[in-house]
């Protein structure tokens, strides 16, 4: 059979990069494996599982199956949430072992480390001055395409707005 002869059932071959987001629960799940984790949604639903306010200062690191039956969740914590983590183990045992509905974890080691932080939410830009505004438009009044006029007009308002001072336009 020629390469022109193909089959009509078979699906054409995707040429180039794929998507991350195509792969990444595939990628995921096998790193995830790797490390003891046959269940991913104890990372991937970590927050909703111990809740928000300690998941900012811990996470799962490692699960590790033990001989008598049960696995030790290696938890990575900061310095000052460690302590505190260690009182609560019997309680993070339980919401994690309630989540899944069977009993995964009978153990939690806690390990201070390095907590990865996510990026700060950016403040939203001041609202403009009535002068500014009025300025702004009357810049952008003369743009005849409305769609580019409403584009500058935004970016204005931005660029303008993130300005820690108040600034009226002069050319």
Same mark, same amino acid.
């Given at each position: 059979?020629?390469?022109?002869? #193909?089959?009509?059932?078979? $699906?054409? #071959? /995707?040429?180039? +990069?794929?998507?991350?987001?195509?792969?990444?629960?595939? *990628?995921?799940?096998?790193?995830?494996?790797?490390?003891?984790?046959?269940?991913?949604?104890?990372?991937?639903?970590?927050?909703?599982? $111990? %809740?928000?306010?300690?998941?900012?200062?811990?996470? +799962?690191?490692? =699960?590790?199956?033990?001989?008598? %039956?049960? $696995?030790?969740?290696? *938890?990575?914590? @900061? @310095?000052?949430?460690? !302590?505190?983590?260690?009182?609560?183990?019997?309680? !993070?045992?339980?919401?994690?072992?309630?989540?899944?509905? #069977?009993?995964?974890?009978? &153990?939690?080691?806690?390990?201070?480390?390095?907590?990865?932080?996510? =990026?700060?939410? /950016?403040?939203?830009?001041?609202? *403009?001055? @009535?002068?500014?505004?009025?300025?702004? *438009? /009357? /810049?952008?009044? $003369?743009?005849?395409? +409305?769609?580019?006029?409403?584009? !500058?007009?935004?970016?204005?308002?931005?660029?303008? %707005?993130?300005?820690? #001072?108040?600034?009226?336009? &002069?050319?």
């Amino acid at each position: 059979m020629s390469e022109r002869e #193909k089959p009509s059932g078979t $699906a054409p #071959k /995707r040429r180039g +990069p794929l998507p991350v987001a195509q792969n990444a629960t595939a *990628l995921l799940r096998h790193h995830l494996k790797a490390r003891g984790f046959a269940q991913i949604e104890l990372v991937t639903r970590w927050a909703e599982i $111990a %809740g928000a306010t300690l998941a900012d200062h811990c996470f +799962p690191s490692k =699960l590790s199956a033990a001989a008598s %039956g049960g $696995a030790t969740l290696t *938890l990575v914590a @900061d @310095d000052r949430a460690a !302590l505190e983590l260690q009182h609560q183990t019997p309680k !993070l045992i339980d919401k994690i072992n309630s989540y899944f509905g #069977k009993p995964t974890v009978n &153990k939690i080691k806690v390990v201070t480390g390095e907590i990865p932080r996510s =990026l700060p939410v /950016r403040p939203a830009p001041r609202r *403009l001055s @009535d002068d500014e505004e009025t300025e702004l *438009l /009357r /810049r952008t009044a $003369a743009v005849e395409d +409305p769609g580019l006029r409403d584009a !500058l007009t935004r970016l204005g308002r931005n660029a303008i %707005g993130e300005s820690r #001072k108040t600034v009226i336009l &002069k050319r």
